[in-house]
């Protein structure tokens, strides 16, 4: 096979000299320089190793709401800033009027007595909660320095909880990019969530429970919280207008470049309404960020599946968290539940956030209402943002599936909730004060946050509805353990149904996608790379590829492969004139090039080099100009193969008679026993091991040289 060869000069006479003389060495000596060669591949493998140095930190813990940062082509990328809400469950609710059951609970004392923090732990049920205000758990921040963050891609509104925290209190600098459904719907959600901490205060601050020896003494599931330390409480409506003010819109299939280095590009994901798949490629490199995405047939656009493809690296989150539970099943059991507890007199009580599954959930009652004689009963959607939220589901008409954007152009609201609401069977709310205690009645039901039954409206109709046994509180959203959800308020009479219902992608599903998108690699949390504890037969419920996934977890760092290494460099016509291309093989010619290489925001360019200006004829004394790069002379390049009877039968007429071949992997080792010399000849290269004799070390390379074309 012809190849390019690089002829190199002898080896330096230190590294051979206890071999001469010593023939029965031979084998000593050809390992000698076989180790050589090894020892500088290792001690210097950008030479060698061809793989992009990529790095991904993972921030968090929880698989559906990822934190995690790429670094990549000199850009640090941040994947979704999602915060975990989970660790509310920790806490007391905060009722909207003053509970006498919430304030008669026992403060917890540890059996043997030495540890009492009255006002700071309480218990319940056998549970014990913190009597504070609820805090959440952040992305790990000192992972890494997160003001060195370039961008921010946000994937959905679930997804950018944590980004007042990482804004605002790490130096960031950088631009955050979502779609315009993301910022709008994520804005409500996080005023949602501060006018809920923010009108009912706690005075009191409990933080001596965090400390590490108490809070080993602890039964759990306080004992086992993670990074207790880092909790914060909520962030206020100026943080999160501040670090929402960075946020910069983009479009599906939109291309934003950054700093030259990598392109980034949202792809619909079908999960909500704007939420993204993220592509970053080079010239020569992709990876795919896939993060919350449905295959199902709901409001948002479909997902984006075939851009997905030819990628090296694909970072897989946000799968469903109810592998077992079908969506369209759980909405038939919502209907029927709901349905029984109204004809027996019942109130039904939904935990929701404001956006999202509530659409589809009013949807479906639209549909079910009349056939199910449920006419008169009054739905409550209660929220500070309702309005709103309901108001943005009919104007986002671009981000909808086909068939919800052609009732637009007829004209008809895309959802139904409009009719329900013009027909006042639905009726929104900012809250249980004002018009709504005034036109509440009952039986009815009420959709209302926060889904954990920490804090909102929903804590007050717990209260209220907890004690009757004709009531029913009805779980949709996957998010908290309705079980943990409840456990403040046991004793509990009322009827619980738990009917989760999440479109993300479940295993079946992405492992056909990902046969076939066929990415060469598969990163995932490790929760995805083993089936769920309490279901530790199921091997279904889990990724199952070849080459297996890498997985991550919080706070591990991991080298992610690239098969290839290159750079795109562009040359200026002018200079692409000058050049002579010489053939080498058929089909293939061969050019050298002498040229100034410019870079410049990651863009590559040959240009010619610059002639040195004539000396000025004026004596007088000028500014010395600016030097130009000084040109070496190239080496010449060599093409070709060395074959081997041919040069032995040269070596032969030259005198050199006395040779021993020994094959290799790579080629050959010529050992010239007389002269005491080696030759080793490979596909890429020819070295020439001669121990002061520079004559015949000069005949032995002109030999070489006969057969190779000069470039």
Not at 105 to 125: F, H, M, Q, R, Y
Not at 226 to 244: F, P
Not at 430 to 443: A, C, M, V, W
Request: with cysteine; charged share 20%.
């Amino acid at each position: 096979m012809s190849v390019i060869a690089c002829f190199s000069p002898a080896v330096p006479v230190e590294t051979l000299r206890s071999c001469r003389g010593q023939r029965e060495q031979n084998g000593q000596r050809i390992q000698t320089l076989r180790t050589q060669w090894t020892h500088a591949v290792l001690t210097n493998p950008s030479k060698h190793d061809q793989r992009e140095n990529m790095k991904l930190y993972c921030l968090s813990g929880h698989p559906t709401l990822p934190c995690n940062v790429l670094k990549f082509k000199s850009t640090t990328i941040m994947l979704d800033c999602g915060l975990d809400t989970t660790s509310v469950l920790n806490f007391l609710p905060l009722p909207l009027v003053h509970s006498p059951r919430l304030s008669k609970l026992p403060s917890w004392v540890s059996k043997d007595g030495t540890i009492n923090l009255e006002k700071e732990l309480k218990e319940c049920a056998g549970r014990v909660f913190v009597d504070s205000q609820p805090e959440f758990c952040l992305p790990e921040r000192e992972l890494l320095d997160l003001s060195t963050v370039d961008v921010i891609l946000v994937s959905n509104y679930h997804c950018m909880m944590a980004l007042p925290y990482i804004t605002e209190h790490t130096g960031f600098t950088g631009t955050v990019y979502a779609t315009e459904p993301t910022l709008q719907i994520g804005r409500l959600l996080m005023e949602e969530l501060v006018n809920f901490m923010e009108r009912v205060p706690k005075a009191q601050s409990a933080t001596c429970w965090k400390n590490k020896e108490i809070q080993r003494m602890l039964p759990g599931p306080l004992k086992d919280a993670v990074d207790v330390w880092t909790w914060k409480r909520s962030y206020s409506m100026q943080e999160v207008n501040s670090a929402l003010s960075k946020v910069q819109l983009v479009g599906y299939s939109q291309k934003v470049e950054l700093f030259g280095a990598v392109q980034v590009s949202p792809l619909s994901s079908g999960y909500s309404l704007g939420s993204s798949n993220w592509i970053i490629q080079s010239h020569h490199e992709k990876v795919s960020y896939v993060s919350g995405s449905s295959l199902l047939t709901t409001h948002p656009q479909p997902m984006d599946q075939s851009s997905l493809k030819n990628s090296d690296v694909l970072i897989l989150t946000g799968l469903t968290q109810m592998p077992t539970a079908n969506p369209d099943g759980m909405l038939g059991e919502f209907c029927s539940n709901l349905a029984m507890t109204i004809r027996a007199g019942g109130n039904v009580l939904v935990p929701c956030y404001s956006s999202g599954v509530i659409y589809d959930l009013l949807e479906c009652l639209y549909q079910f209402i009349d056939s199910a004689n449920l006419g008169t009963t009054p739905f409550y959607f209660i929220s500070p943002v309702a309005n709103s939220s309901l108001e943005f589901s009919q104007i986002f008409a671009e981000w909808l599936c086909h068939n919800k954007q052609s009732k637009v152009y007829l004209p008809e609201p895309p959802f139904p909730h409009a009719e329900l609401i013009q027909t006042n069977k639905l009726k929104h709310y900012s809250s249980i004060h004002g018009d709504f205690s005034s036109e509440f009645r009952q039986p009815c039901v009420v959709f209302t946050g926060h889904p954990s039954l920490r804090f909102g409206d929903v804590v007050h109709f717990m209260e209220l509805w907890g004690k009757s046994s004709l009531n029913t509180i009805i779980f949709t959203e996957p998010d908290f353990s309705y079980l943990d959800a409840l456990a403040p308020y046991q004793p509990l009479a009322m009827k619980c149904v738990y009917c989760p219902i999440d479109t993300r992608l479940n295993f079946h599903q992405v492992s056909k996608l990902l046969k076939e998108v066929q990415p060469l690699h598969v990163v995932c949390p490790e929760q995805y790379t083993q089936p769920p504890q309490s279901q530790s037969h199921r091997s279904d419920l889990m990724l199952e590829l070849h080459p297996p996934p890498m997985p991550y977890r919080r706070c591990s760092v991991l080298s992610l492969p690239f098969r290839r290494r290159y750079e795109r460099v562009y040359i200026l016509p002018e200079l692409a004139n000058s050049l002579v291309p010489s053939e080498i093989k058929p089909g293939v010619s061969l050019a050298t090039v002498s040229a100034v290489l410019h870079s410049k925001d990651n863009k590559h360019t040959l240009q010619s080099v610059p002639k040195p200006p004539p000396a000025p004829p004026s004596k007088k004394r000028k500014r010395v100009p600016e030097e130009p790069p000084v040109l070496l002379a190239p080496k010449p390049l060599l093409s070709g193969a060395v074959p081997l009877e041919a040069f032995l039968a040269t070596l032969q007429k030259h005198g050199i008679t006395e040779v021993k071949v020994e094959e290799t992997a790579d080629g050959h080792i010529l050992h010239l026993q007389a002269e005491d010399t080696l030759i080793q000849l490979e596909e890429d290269g020819t070295h020439i091991v001669c121990d002061n004799n520079e004559p015949l070390r000069t005949i032995l390379r002109d030999l070489v040289l006969r057969f190779l074309q000069r470039l």
